[in-house]
Structures are given as structure tokens and as C-alpha cells.
């Protein structure tokens, strides 16, 4: 079976400072993985998409960047944050041969 | 411009009701996919089902269904017999294949509670 694990579950974090959140799945081989953002109270925007190792696309930058060092890992950064980054962070992933996405726990960020 | 639209921001029933939400959206591809989402309180997405523009039969999974209204854009979401766990926020999203990739738009979603 699938899991979908991300980390932290939550941050509080200075504007101004870095961050790193990380997505990783298991019993799935060469996933298609997805990060969205969705602000409290609003609806989700899918940031970027990763076929495979190596290669990240961006649909909305929103000042982040993302990275896949892994088949199974994802993660999404900033070397400043902004107020604006507040909200909640979903990793997803889904296989090559289907169509639904299936999304991780998510991480909680809060900017202050 | 948004892309998926529901209406509803809130919507209640009592348990055993059936339930639809709806949901609008907008695209210039003949292939797309709409999903439904459900997002616990605690912010996990769970998927429902989903229908494939291409297909005429209303998509079924257990007790969720949908009906498809493909030359109005819009489909509904048909909740039977609802429980109190069915209570959260529904999410609508579009999905097209565009370049090789699976883009979603997502609508702003309808937070359903089921009165037992």
C-alpha cells in the first residue's frame, strides 16, 4: 500500500527566515508528485509538478521553489519567507497510468 | 478568471438525506476530467470520484454519485443516505492535460454539515 508522509505537520516561522517543507512517498515507484498551497479558508493552487527525478515544473512560483533529489521525495523551499506564505502546503502524488491525485497530510505554515 | 465555480459555500442535511452539490466550470479542451474532493477538518483530501468528459455514464462510487451535464458544463455531486461523518468541505476540480502534464483547478469548495 501507499503512504504519503510530510514534515513537518506544522511551523511557525519568522518573515524573513528560510524554509524547507518535504514530502515522501512509499510503495509507489516513480510518481507523479504535485505541491499545492491553499490559503485558510480558500481553495487549493497547485504550485509545481515533478514527473521525475531531477526535473520540477512551476505552475505558480508564489517566491517558492521546489527540488525532487528523489524518486520517492519532494520538497518545497525558500530561502525568505513572506506573510503571504501562511497557509496550508499539500504534497500529491498520482501514477503515470491514472488520473486522480492522492494528497499527503499536509504541513501548516504560519508566517508571522 | 476562475475556472471552477461552486456556488454553494455552505449547504446542511439531515442524516439519511440525500445530498447534491453543485458545481460549474470552464474549459476549451474536449478532454478534461472533473473530481470531488472531500477535505476533513483536520486538512487531509480525500478523493471521491471522478468523471471523464468523455464518457456519457453518470459515474458512480458507493454512495457518491455525479450527474454529468456536459454541453451546460456542470455536474453535481449526489451524496446518498448522508451520515455526520460525511460532514466537511466538498471541492470541485478540473483537470486537463496540457503539455504532458495533469494541471487541477479547484473550486472554493462547499462545507456540508449533516445534522444526526
Known amino acids: 500500500a501507499q503512504t504519503i508522509h510530510q514534515w513537518p505537520v506544522a511551523e511557525i516561522k519568522a518573515v524573513g527566515s528560510p524554509l524547507s517543507l518535504g514530502c515522501t512517498i512509499k510503495g509507489k515507484s516513480s510518481p507523479n508528485l504535485y505541491w499545492y498551497w491553499q490559503a485558510t479558508g480558500g481553495t487549493l493552487q497547485q504550485l509545481f509538478y515533478s514527473i521525475t527525478v531531477g526535473q520540477v515544473e512551476s505552475v505558480v512560483q508564489l517566491n517558492l521553489s521546489a527540488s525532487r533529489p528523489k524518486d520517492d521525495q519532494f520538497i518545497l523551499s525558500t530561502e525568505k519567507l513572506l506573510l503571504s506564505h501562511s497557509g496550508f502546503y499539500l504534497c500529491?502524488?498520482?501514477?503515470?497510468?491514472?488520473?486522480?491525485?492522492?494528497f499527503g497530510p499536509g504541513t501548516r505554515l504560519t508566517v508571522l | 478568471a476562475q475556472r471552477v465555480t461552486q456556488v454553494q459555500p455552505t449547504g446542511s442535511s439531515q442524516w439519511g438525506e440525500e445530498v447534491t452539490l453543485d458545481c460549474s466550470y470552464e474549459t476549451s479542451e474536449y478532454f478534461y476530467r472533473i473530481f470531488w474532493y472531500r477535505q476533513l477538518f483536520s486538512g487531509e483530501m480525500v478523493f471521491l470520484i471522478y468523471?471523464?468528459?468523455?464518457?456519457?455514464q453518470n459515474q458512480r462510487s458507493g454512495r457518491y454519485s455525479v450527474v454529468f451535464q456536459k454541453s451546460f458544463k456542470s455536474i453535481s455531486l449526489v451524496i446518498s443516505a448522508s451520515q455526520p461523518e460525511d460532514s466537511g468541505t466538498y471541492f470541485c476540480a478540473l483537470s486537463e492535460l496540457i503539455t504532458g502534464y495533469q494541471n487541477f483547478y479547484f473550486g472554493k469548495g462547499t462545507s456540508l454539515t449533516v445534522i444526526p
Open positions: 468523471q471523464p468528459s468523455f464518457d456519457t
Open positions: 500529491a502524488w498520482r501514477t503515470g497510468g491514472s488520473y486522480e491525485q492522492y
